[in-house]
């Protein structure tokens, strides 16, 4: 493939990305590694002073001055308890804004993950977990126990004591009885390898900054669950016990769901629960906390004055005061704004790399790729419980999905929407990555459209409309509908519409804004998608691949029959069915082997049935930092399951004055 005038600097971030996989992807001996954590971690503690004023922000430092913040050791933790935060390259400087763009409350993960504090978290390998929220943690012989320690003497934003009792709260009265509209987590039920049987876990106080987790059966993967499904697992009670209607009554709740500007309690104790950093009533345990209306034009984060890390000299973190975040109407205002430097660190795709490069020097910024274990970075997913009964049948067709992609000229999209970055590959795990299986990349990828056309006929869509697009036998047209939220894909999406019609199949772009995607997804309105799968261990973060609830188009309401425990949606039947069993003996599973073994046959029955198309190869992602901005780390892993830009620790960035 022909490269652009870029070549060596592609040359170079290739390189990078494939050594970030690999990295990545290292073999370890998992019984080592688990015999390192099996009966307590601790963090390595390194010796802080944080009681004199230099060890704050002047900002914190005036408000303590004039009497209105106490004095930052009583804000922190007892002083063995802290949490260390490594810095990348150097210790920070006090001061500044990270000044980022976003479309409104309805983008909020983009801050989301940047700002989340998780009880636990990934280490930077990926490979395993280590404690952040947690200060510790120990496990019993046959991982049914988990004693876990929290910092004494944390606060939230607001002063309050984070203890236990908000942990508690947070399962008693929230999670278990899904307050915010989701579901107990998976990570909470073990499986009898035997019977497949799921038992809840037991959750008991111990003492005011200790807790036990107690599962019926084995659970190995327990800690790395949590870290993905549920990394927050606590709670500000204090705050909680204000709006639920289990404490002030259904009349108070609606009352002050009004107040808030929601009409339905239901969506207001979801937005409260599940997506509490964009709202400023509620205290938190990140490092910034809001300070105005998401709603507005502009939002503002400001750092949280109790947060509970500094760095190894004793300097309280964040080292920004700021995160300011400014609403654009369009996508393209953000790539404008980067050149013209109204915006310190943004990420983006690869399709935007060229402008970049080519305005590095001039917008005084610098590109550093994030690798990610992609599967693809353009494609499609089509539903498989799709409502149209015809549709269903269609899209289940394993001939149908070769059609599609057989259909489609790889080179063409990848030379056009990545610059010719990415290679015209079939979506599949990448060399290097766990689930890596040979001759799939190649699955499916050869241009073919007289083949394609051939398949479609086979299938018996040969009945004609007048404008020559195919029908179904009963006589109703054959519409696929891609129904898209991200108007960054518009290129991409024009491309595979000219294909797909040119095979005799009308194609309708249904662009919807992310809020309306999300509700139609858990619909079961939308037919087809280009989100994309993005996994570095499927034992880690099953979601995409494994219909645990309602998360990814591919698999639509098989996710909602697996998450009502079987009372909604559709039932899995053939390989969706097996996967199902297949994540059962993972659950079951005593070792690390075991589960290995299970998450290759999920991975094997991705690569048999392409629910997921790929039209072209993995890409990184360009975080894009101005040069006073540090600290930012260069060889890192994109995932969801790291927390994308949060992997990075951002409360240790700074910007040099």
């Not at 194609?507 to 804004?513: E, H, L, P, S």
Request: aromatic share 10%; charged share 25%; proline share 5%.
């Amino acid at each position: 493939m022909k490269r652009n005038r870029l070549f060596l600097v592609l040359l170079v971030i290739m390189a990078i990305i494939v050594a970030g996989c690999t990295n990545n992807a290292e073999e370890k001996n998992p019984d080592q590694s688990k015999e390192s954590t099996k009966t307590e971690q601790k963090e390595e503690k390194v010796e802080v002073e944080v009681t004199e004023q230099s060890k704050e922000s002047p900002m914190l430092e005036s408000l303590v001055s004039a009497g209105t913040l106490p004095p930052l050791a009583e804000r922190m933790p007892v002083q063995e308890d802290i949490k260390i935060e490594e810095v990348v390259d150097e210790i920070g400087q006090y001061g500044g804004d990270w000044k980022m763009p976003w479309m409104g409350p309805g983008d909020k993960w983009g801050v989301g993950q940047s700002t989340e504090e998780a009880l636990f978290r990934f280490n930077k390998e990926g490979d395993k977990v280590e404690p952040n929220v947690a200060k510790s943690y120990e496990v019993n012989e046959d991982s049914t126990e988990f004693t876990i320690h929290l910092r004494e003497g944390m606060k939230w934003s607001d002063g309050v004591p984070f203890t236990v009792d908000d942990v508690l709260f947070y399962w008693e009265h929230m999670l278990t009885k899904e307050t915010f509209g989701k579901k107990i987590y998976d990570a909470y039920y073990s499986v009898d390898p035997v019977t497949g049987d799921k038992a809840l876990a037991e959750v008991k106080k111990v003492d005011d900054y200790t807790f036990t987790v107690t599962h019926k059966y084995p659970s190995v993967q327990f800690l790395e669950r949590v870290a993905i499904d549920n990394k927050w697992f606590f709670a500000p009670a204090h705050f909680h016990k204000t709006i639920l209607p289990e404490f002030v009554g259904d009349d108070k709740t609606l009352e002050i769901t009004k107040q808030w500007g929601y009409e339905d309690p239901k969506v207001f104790l979801v937005e409260t629960g599940y997506y509490d950093w964009i709202h400023k009533e509620i205290p938190t345990l990140r490092a910034w906390v809001p300070t105005t209306d998401a709603n507005g034009d502009q939002f503002i984060m400001e750092r949280n004055p109790y947060f509970w890390k500094t760095d190894a000299d004793g300097k309280q973190l964040p080292y920004m005061d700021r995160i300011v975040i400014t609403k654009i109407q369009d996508p393209s205002q953000k790539l404008l704004g980067t050149l013209a430097g109204d915006y310190n660190l943004v990420t983006f795709d690869s399709k935007d790399f060229t402008v970049l490069k080519e305005n590095e020097k001039k917008g005084d910024f610098r590109i550093i790729p994030w690798t990610q274990p992609s599967w693809s970075s353009y494609g499609v997913q089509l539903n498989q419980t799709t409502e149209d009964p015809n549709l269903r049948k269609l899209f289940q067709d394993i001939r149908f999905r070769e059609a599609l992609s057989i259909g489609v000229d790889r080179v063409e999209i990848t030379e056009i929407v990545t610059n010719g970055i990415a290679e015209p590959i079939q979506a599949s795990v990448q060399q290097g990555v766990i689930g890596y299986q040979e001759g799939w990349a190649e699955q499916w990828t050869e241009f073919d459209p007289d083949r394609a056309n051939q398949i479609l006929d086979e299938i018996g869509l040969t009945k004609r409309d007048k404008n020559n697009f195919r029908m179904f036998e009963d006589g109703s047209d054959v519409t696929l509908d891609i129904v898209e939220s991200n108007a960054d894909n518009a290129t991409f999406l024009e491309l595979l519409k000219k294909y797909y019609e040119d095979m005799g199949l009308k194609t309708n772009i249904k662009m919807v804004d992310q809020g309306a995607q999300f509700d139609l997804k858990y619909a079961n309105k939308v037919p087809m998608h280009t989100e994309n799968i993005s996994v570095a261990n499927v034992a880690f973060r099953p979601d995409a691949l494994v219909p645990l609830r309602v998360i990814t188009p591919w698999f639509g309401h098989y996710g909602l029959h697996a998450s009502s425990g079987g009372t909604e949606g559709v039932k899995p039947e053939g390989d969706v069915a097996l996967i199902m069993e297949y994540w059962d003996k993972i659950k079951g599973s005593k070792t690390t082997d075991e589960i290995n073994e299970y998450s290759n046959e999920i991975v094997k029955l991705h690569m048999k049935n392409q629910w997921v198309i790929g039209y072209a190869g993995p890409t990184p992602v360009l975080v894009t930092a101005s040069n006073s901005v540090h600290n930012v780390p260069s060889d890192m892993v994109w995932a969801d399951e790291y927390r994308s830009l949060g992997h990075g620790h951002p409360s240790q960035f700074f910007i040099k004055q």
